[in-house]
Nanobody
C-alpha cells in the first residue's frame, strides 16, 4: 500500500501561483510513476501531469503545458506541482496518484493504483 497526502491548495487570484505537494508513505516511492489529476464540479476527473520514477520523463495536458511543472524528490518521498499563470478554469480539486502505468497510459486514471484525498485549488477572476 501507498498512502498519499496532498497539500498546498488554496485561493489565489488569476495570474498567481501555487505549489502543490504530495507526500507518500508505505512502499518504496521511487518504484512508482506519479501523476496529478483534477476534478472540477460536475466534470470528470482529468489528467494534468505525470512523470516516471526518476523524473526524467514528464507528460502534461495541453491545457497546462508551459504553465505547470511536475517534479519529484525521491529522497523526500514527495512529488510537486508548480502552477503558474493560474486561470479561473484551473479551479478544481487536485489529486495525486501513484502507479505503474505503461508508456501509453500515463494520462489515464486506470494507470494508477493509489490516490490521495485531494486538495482544493480555487482561482478567482
Amino acid at each position: 500500500q501507498v498512502q498519499l497526502v496532498e497539500s498546498g491548495g488554496g485561493l489565489v487570484q488569476a495570474g498567481g501561483s501555487l505549489r502543490l505537494s504530495c507526500a507518500a508513505s508505505g512502499r518504496t516511492f521511487s518504484n512508482y510513476a506519479m501523476g496529478w489529476f483534477r476534478q472540477a464540479p460536475g466534470k470528470e476527473r482529468e489528467f494534468v501531469a505525470a512523470l516516471n520514477w526518476s523524473g526524467s520523463i514528464t507528460y502534461y495536458a495541453d491545457s497546462v503545458k508551459d504553465r505547470f511543472t511536475i517534479s519529484r524528490d525521491n529522497a523526500k518521498n514527495t512529488v510537486y506541482l508548480q502552477m503558474n499563470s493560474l486561470k479561473p478554469e484551473d479551479t478544481a480539486v487536485y489529486y495525486c496518484a501513484a502507479g505503474s502505468p505503461s508508456r501509453t497510459s500515463y494520462r489515464y486514471r486506470e494507470g494508477y493504483d493509489y490516490w490521495g484525498q485531494g486538495t482544493q485549488v480555487t482561482v478567482s477572476s
